[in-house]
């Protein structure tokens, strides 16, 4: 059995910034992919970023240079820092893991950018 929470989400005015987490737990024993999804409403959801065990990453066009991924294999934790944040960013982040072959899925944390 795998968990994954989120955390981090909040209200942030444009140009802010924000610092998700993602943390997973239960019998685990290797994390290969770590991502992390957003769902604006009436859209479907979307890959922003992802990284490997090894540590690669990849950004979604509408991110890069603003976001970045990384992770804690120690802690079995991700993290998404967003800078610059922009109203169209505003979406429920999910974070997504890749374990024994298997995907599993946070709740998901809402991130609102507006003035």
């Known amino acids: 059995q795998v968990q994954v929470v989120e955390s981090g989400g909040g209200l942030v005015q444009p140009g802010g910034s924000l610092r998700l987490s993602c943390a997973v737990s239960g019998t685990i024993f290797s994390i290969n992919f770590m991502d992390w999804y957003q769902q604006a409403p009436g859209k479907q959801r979307e890959l922003v970023a992802t990284i490997t065990n090894a540590g690669t990453t990849n950004y979604a066009n509408s991110v890069k240079g603003r976001f970045s991924i990384s992770r804690d294999n120690a802690k079995n934790t991700v993290y998404l820092q967003m800078n610059n944040l922009k109203p169209e960013d505003t979406a429920v982040y999910y974070c997504?893991?890749?374990?024994?072959?298997?995907?599993?899925w946070g709740q998901g944390t809402q991130v609102t950018v507006s003035s």
């Open positions: 997504h893991v890749v374990h024994g072959g298997y995907g599993y």
